[in-house]
């Protein structure tokens, strides 16, 4: 099993910036991928940035240019550098693990993060 911790939410101004950080414990050799997630009420959740094993990286077209997933091996940490925020990212972001050779995933609480206008 894996287990994730999200932190690094908070309340923004818009055009401002956070860092959100999801800490990994357990069986961290079996992950195939790490992405962010985000959900926003009323609203299906949806993929933000992913970050394979091998270090490549894919993130929506929405937060292209904008956002950066990036990992530290020796921290067993995942963040999501989140720059030139806009009102619409408001949502909970989840951290998310693919492990194994059947892709099983695990999920994080999720952090709040809100971008006022």
């Not at 970050?51 to 530290?72: E, H, L, P, Q």
Request: proline share 3%.
């Amino acid at each position: 099993q894996v287990r994730l911790v999200e932190s690094g939410g908070g309340l923004v101004q818009a055009g401002g910036s956070l860092r959100l950080s999801c800490a990994t414990s357990g069986s961290i050799f079996s992950i195939n991928a790490m992405g962010w997630h985000r959900q926003a009420p009323g609203k299906q959740r949806e993929l933000v940035a992913i970050i394979t094993r091998g270090g490549n990286t894919n993130y929506a077209d929405s937060v292209k240019g904008r956002f950066t997933i990036s990992r530290d091996n020796a921290k067993n940490t995942v963040y999501l550098q989140m720059n030139s925020l806009k009102p619409e990212d408001t949502a909970t972001y989840y951290c998310n693990a693919a492990t194994g050779p059947r892709e099983i995933n695990y999920w994080g609480k999720g952090t709040l993060v809100t971008v006022s206008s």
